[in-house]
């Protein structure tokens, strides 16, 4: 059995975690234009992409219900189909811009949209335990 500090350390990674995958769901939801703005127009397809789908690590951990995970798993499958290395890529507004406005994104945005809704529950525990402000979740 795990000692206290073992569980305590791996609860803080998970909602740790689980912040930053809210960010990028978030950032998903949003207009390239947004997208390219909080991402820095660096690379914005590609490390969109990644961060999202790092949500599957998230799976399996006993912090989520079945369905909060099967959101997560749902989104980071359709991103399967996101091939970010047939897109412009680089430094800069425009070659970003033109990345995230491809119509093969519109699916994932709808998606990214109602993973946020499903997730909102976790969203509101997760405000709670890094004890960020309510606008957070």
């Given at each position: 059995m795990p000692a206290a500090a073992e569980l305590l350390e791996d609860e803080d990674e998970?909602?740790?975690?689980?912040?930053?995958?809210?960010?990028?769901v978030e950032m998903l939801a949003s207009s390239p234009k947004e997208q390219c703005r909080q991402m820095g127009d660096y690379n914005v397809a590609w490390?969109?992409?990644?961060?999202?789908?790092?949500?599957?690590?998230?799976?399996?951990?006993?912090?989520?219900?079945?369905?909060?995970?099967?959101?997560?798993?749902?989104?980071?499958?359709?991103?399967e189909g996101v091939n970010t290395q047939a897109l412009p890529a680089g430094g800069g507004r425009d070659v970003n811009l033109q990345a995230m406005s491809f119509l093969v994104w519109e699916p994932t945005r709808y998606l990214a949209a109602e993973v946020l809704r499903r997730l909102s529950h976790g969203a509101k525990?997760?405000?709670?335990?890094?004890?960020?402000?309510d606008s957070a979740a």
């Open positions: 998970f909602h740790s975690s689980l912040r930053i995958y809210l960010n990028a490390e969109l992409k990644e961060d999202v789908q790092n949500g599957k690590f998230l799976v399996g951990r006993g912090y989520l219900d079945e369905t909060e995970e099967q959101w997560i798993n749902a989104l980071s499958s359709a991103l525990r997760n405000v709670a335990y890094l004890g960020l402000p």
